[in-house]
Nanobody
Framework: QVQLVESGGGLVQAGGSLRLSCAAS????????MGWFRQAPGKEREFVAA???????AYAGSVKGRFTISGDNAKNTVYLQMNSLKPEDTAIYYC????????????????????WGQGTQVTVSS
């Protein structure tokens, strides 16, 4: 089993920045791809970004150029740096881990992921 714990969410004004962290514990050798998803009220969970242990990344079009995903393999932690935040970025952000390794990253669906964190709220005010 793998446990994922997110942190770093909060309230920020439009144009501001936040950095989310996701710490993995347990059988982390099986977490080849780490992803961030988000879910706004009344909407489906959507892909935000993904990162593999070998350094391949993927982004949703809506966040490309504003968000950066990175990982620290030694700490089993993945980060999501979010800049130029917009009110439409408001959502619960979830960290997820997939045992599957794909290069380039094509595991963009929530159904691809095996483990999930509890989520952290990000609220962007206008």
């Amino acid at each position: 089993q793998v446990q994922l714990v997110e942190s770093g969410g909060g309230l920020v004004q439009a144009g501001g920045s936040l950095r989310l962290s996701c710490a993995a514990s347990g059988r982390t050798f099986s977490t080849y791809t780490m992803g961030w998803f988000r879910q706004a009220p009344g909407k489906e969970r959507e892909f935000v970004a993904a990162h593999t242990r070998s350094g391949n990344n993927a982004y949703a079009g809506s966040v490309k150029g504003r968000f950066t995903i990175s990982g620290d393999n030694a700490k089993n932690t993945v980060y999501l740096q979010m800049n130029s935040l917009k009110p439409e970025d408001t959502a619960i952000y979830y960290c997820a881990a997939d045992k599957d390794y794909r290069a380039p990253v094509t595991n963009l669906s929530p159904w691809d992921y095996d483990y999930w964190g509890q989520g952290t709220q990000v609220t962007v005010s206008s």
